[in-house]
């Protein structure tokens, strides 16, 4: 097989200590939903999955149907899946057939939802999302009570399988006062149900950054994303974490990812010339530069010109010029030992070195969520120990 010009690495017992960690914090009773969507953030679906399973985790939430499907055929038969986004109309038969959960936001996909139960002989099992406040998808407040009576109407044909919201913010103590009002009209929201004699299985409103830090949100369910894959969702939470274990520092989250390639070439470079396209970068002195195989068609971020560094024999080489399309250029003068074929460290460890998503991501100002999730899928992910 041909090999790619560069290669991500998950670790399994980084991911097996991060899901320990966030059960104890959220208790045995709640189910613990993994939320693979992106790609998994970037790390790949048809790898992660099973190593989630592997780890003790047989709920996956995605947010398409096409997302679904590709958790379908990496995942054991007796894990369940969760559509919380886009499902068209014409995908409802097949995400009940393959008993596949999903988001209903609005009144008028449910009558949808019972034809399609109907036709396929098999219940719908249906969440219903609900507006509290931040007004992306959500059930309004007054199509609420006639969706429960329709729902408890044809409960044979459709399961009002869970009752959930979408916090807008929980990762930053500035927006607690908002949280909180979500809190209060998600509980006007079971008070409904309660009212009328229908509630649901499972009541779910924690991502991670409220099933970490705010206990009171933990339900049935929790949807844990970013968390699992060794990310705090913010210093907010991270802070609050230590205060609460009276810690200094705590490794507790551990990144499972890393992502490498090889020098590809290695040149030397008289003062006075310039690297690469334009006039980005020129040599003040007599210099050694490698070439790396990728560039930011592979999701290495253009932003990382003259700025970023990888990690080469435990040292780091500042990136030279500008990165190309598949293609850039650091300064080794310093590494002499630096050779053709030698492996690169563009995200995680090497010797006594690291580079964190965070360090690219602060200097290119992306999230650490956009900049994985843009990873394309062509590149390879293997599964170490």
Request: proline letters at 4%; one cysteine or more; aromatic letters at 10%.
């Amino acid at each position: 097989m041909v090999k790619h010009s560069s290669r991500i690495e998950l670790k399994q017992s980084a991911l097996k200590a991060n899901i320990n960690f966030i059960k104890k914090k959220i208790g045995k009773k709640a189910i613990f939903s993994s939320v693979v969507k992106a790609n998994a953030y970037g790390h790949g679906i048809e790898s992660f999955v099973p190593m989630a399973e592997k780890a003790g985790v047989h709920h996956f939430s995605v947010a398409s149907s096409f997302e679904a499907e590709e958790v379908l055929n990496a995942c054991h038969e007796k894990s369940q899946i969760m559509i919380m986004g886009i499902i068209y109309e014409e995908d409802i038969p097949w995400a009940i057939e393959n008993n596949i959960e999903f988001f209903v936001y609005n009144y008028d996909r449910l009558p949808i939802t019972l034809e399609a139960a109907k036709k396929v002989g098999k219940p719908a099992k249906v969440h219903i999302e609900v507006e509290t406040g931040a007004n992306r998808t959500g059930m309004p407040a007054e199509e609420f009570p006639k969706a429960i009576s329709f729902l408890k109407k044809n409960k044979e044909h459709i399961v009002f399988q869970g009752l959930c919201t979408h916090f807008g913010g929980a990762e930053s103590l500035s927006n607690q006062f908002k949280i909180d009002k979500q809190k209060a009209k998600y509980k006007e929201f079971l008070k409904i149900c309660k009212d009328k004699k229908f509630e649901p299985n499972i009541r779910h409103i924690a991502c991670s950054a409220a099933a970490l830090a705010m206990p009171d949100t933990v339900y049935d369910l929790v949807r844990v994303g970013v968390a699992q894959y060794g990310f705090w969702p913010s210093p907010d939470i991270y802070y609050h974490h230590l205060q609460e274990t009276d810690k200094k520092s705590d490794g507790a989250l551990k990144r499972i990812f890393s992502w490498k390639t090889d020098i590809m070439d290695i040149r030397d470079v008289p003062e006075g010339d310039f690297i690469g396209y334009g006039t980005a970068f020129q040599a003040s002195h007599k210099m050694k530069i490698a070439v790396m195989p990728l560039g930011y068609s592979n999701g290495y971020p253009r932003a990382l010109s003259n700025r970023g560094y990888v990690l080469i024999s435990g040292k780091k080489a500042p990136i030279v010029g500008l990165i190309n399309m598949n293609l850039f250029m650091v300064d080794i003068t310093h590494i002499p030992e630096a050779k053709v074929g030698d492996e690169v460290v563009l995200i995680g460890r090497q010797k006594n070195n690291v580079i964190n998503v965070s360090s690219f991501t602060n200097s290119t100002q992306l999230l650490n969520n956009e900049m994985l999730s843009r990873l394309p899928s062509a590149i390879p992910r293997t599964i170490v120990k």
